[in-house]
């Protein structure tokens, strides 16, 4: 059964690990939602944003082969996109400006994932 508050939604995903990304992919899928991507580095991440007019939220993997995802955050950020990164780092490893930021821990589970896009979705929202 869809999650209301995922139903129609684009959600982009950035992830380098393909079972993770596949997982996650299936998980947003199944709640209803379009998935953009995944995309597992920051130069693809960043043309597919600049391809795309409408993104509701983003999920950002932090570590992308060794390449940071926070330009893609900061991209994100300018077009009022919210977003949440997944991770295994605690939450003082994220630079300063990102301190706010919704993040889910590693291994990512659907339900985790969900519970933290529903309300990143809410109109007052802001990544």
């Keep these: 059964m869809a999650e209301p508050a995922l139903e129609g939604m684009r959600i982009l995903v950035v992830e380098d690990e393909y079972l993770l990304a596949d997982d996650l992919r299936d998980a947003l899928t199944e709640a209803g939602a379009v998935v953009l991507g ?16 409408l993104i509701d939220a983003a999920v950002l993997d932090i570590n992308l082969r060794g390449e940071m995802v926070f330009p893609v955050a900061d991209t994100l ?7 949440a990164f997944a991770t295994g780092y605690d939450q003082w490893a994220l630079p300063e400006r990102f301190t706010g930021a919704p993040r889910v821990e590693k291994p990512l589970k659907g339900a985790k994932v969900m519970s933290l896009l529903g309300p990143l979705l809410e109109p007052s929202a802001v990544g």
């Design 38 to 53: 995944p995309v597992p580095s920051v130069g693809e991440a960043q043309a597919l944003i600049a391809g795309e007019a």
């Design 77 to 83: 950020r300018a077009r009022g996109v919210p977003f």
